[in-house]
């Protein structure tokens, strides 16, 4: 089978159990080494851990999974890239396009495998998205809407993503970021205004709760997008109006369940026929999430093989910070 690739993680936080409860069930790789500030329960004894940076800087890995505060992601991945070590970063990536670019300038002199995490680009119904829109089955896109929110909990004021000096933005940041980059992946439009209203109006934290915004690109093709931390439920819907018809991408299957059910629909403009008879609405429904697995999957491969990364690149992620700068500068 080969040599095993030698697996870090930094941060063992929820994301960092994620990882790590996954990529130990991967043949290919060995989970060697964890860095964590707070004492770690049930894991592998063979596996070392340390709350130094410092000192897992210098364990026996090939690669390691960032997954800690956004204000660290950057100097860590620069800290790896110059060890040789392939990076699996969380996403957003860095503080700001500036820290940013001078990673992927690092990437390119050091020639490593860099993939940031965005797994809604692996979620069942955003493939098949992909795949009805590449065929051009429905036309160019005229506008879409998305809205991605959650409530939030009695504790949600004391998460570290909502002090800046951690995370450097609020709910736009943590979670509209998910929804930024699926519009312009699957919509293919390179949005160049940007209005917004970035509001802080329940939850007593540092950062935004609710985030409004229009866009418009080329043609005048606009997106309406709101991310918030005041839907009392969980919701996820995106909508593509094209000028053949529409798609949409309801709900989500994540590990909290709360998104659910995850499902697309699509349909033919009725006015596209010339009789105008009613076009066929067609629904499919997604009963599991391979999403965290399949982006692990596509890094390990990189790695062994030397294929590119194809979804969560370096200029993936720059392209969305730029985005998300964009808006809260409402330029």
Same mark, same amino acid.
């Given at each position: 089978m080969g040599k095993k690739i030698r697996i870090g993680i930094v941060g063992f936080g929820k994301v960092g159990k994620i990882r790590y409860n996954i990529l130990k069930k991967i043949k290919s790789v060995e989970i060697v080494s964890i860095c964590e500030k707070n004492p770690i329960k049930n894991i592998d004894k063979k596996i070392i851990t340390t709350n130094s940076f410092k000192k897992f800087l210098e364990s026996n890995i090939d690669?390691?999974?960032?997954?800690?505060? %956004?204000?660290?992601? =950057? =100097? /860590?991945?620069?800290?790896?890239? %110059? $060890?040789?070590? &392939?990076?699996?970063?969380? @996403?957003?990536?860095?503080?700001?396009?500036? #820290?940013?670019? =001078?990673?992927? $300038?690092? #990437?390119?002199?050091? @020639?490593?495998?860099? $993939?940031?995490?965005?797994? &809604?680009?692996? &979620?069942? =119904?955003?493939? #098949?998205?992909?795949?009805?829109? *590449? $065929?051009?089955?429905?036309?160019?896109?005229? !506008?879409?809407?998305?809205? /991605?929110? @959650?409530?939030? *909990?009695?504790?949600?004021?004391?998460? !570290?993503?909502?002090?800046?000096?951690?995370?450097?933005?609020?709910?736009?940041? *943590?979670?509209?970021? &998910?929804?930024? *980059?699926?519009?312009?992946y699957l919509s293919k439009i390179n949005f160049s205004h940007v209005k917004s209203f970035i509001n802080n109006n329940y939850w007593k934290i540092e950062n935004e709760d609710n985030a409004f915004i229009i866009m418009k690109g080329k043609k005048n093709i606009t997106a309406m997008l709101h991310s918030s931390a005041t839907q009392w439920k969980h919701k996820f819907l995106l909508e593509f109006y094209f000028t053949n018809g529409y798609l949409i991408l309801d709900g989500l299957n994540t590990p909290t369940g709360s998104y659910r059910p995850e499902k697309i629909i699509y349909a033919k403009n009725n006015n596209v026929s010339k009789h105008k008879m009613s076009s066929k609405t067609l629904i499919k429904i997604y009963k599991n999430d391979n999403s965290w697995r399949l982006e692990i999957l596509e890094f390990i491969k990189a790695i062994k093989y030397g294929t590119k990364i194809i979804n969560g690149s370096s200029i993936d992620a720059l392209k969305t910070l730029k985005l998300v700068e964009k808006i809260y500068k409402n330029e």
């Open positions: 690669a390691a999974f960032i997954c800690t505060y %956004n204000k660290y992601l =950057s =100097s /860590y991945t620069k800290a790896l890239i %110059n $060890k040789k070590k &392939h990076v699996f970063c969380e @996403k957003p990536g860095a503080n700001s396009t500036r #820290e940013l670019l =001078s990673v992927i $300038k690092l #990437e390119r002199e050091k @020639k490593i495998v860099l $993939k940031y995490g965005f797994n &809604h680009r692996y &979620h069942s =119904s955003v493939i #098949e998205a992909k795949k009805i829109i *590449d $065929k051009n089955i429905l036309g160019k896109p005229m !506008w879409l809407r998305g809205v /991605y929110g @959650k409530p939030g *909990d009695v504790d949600f004021h004391l998460n !570290w993503r909502n002090y800046k000096k951690y995370s450097g933005g609020g709910i736009l940041l *943590d979670q509209g970021i &998910h929804m930024l *980059d699926l519009v312009t």
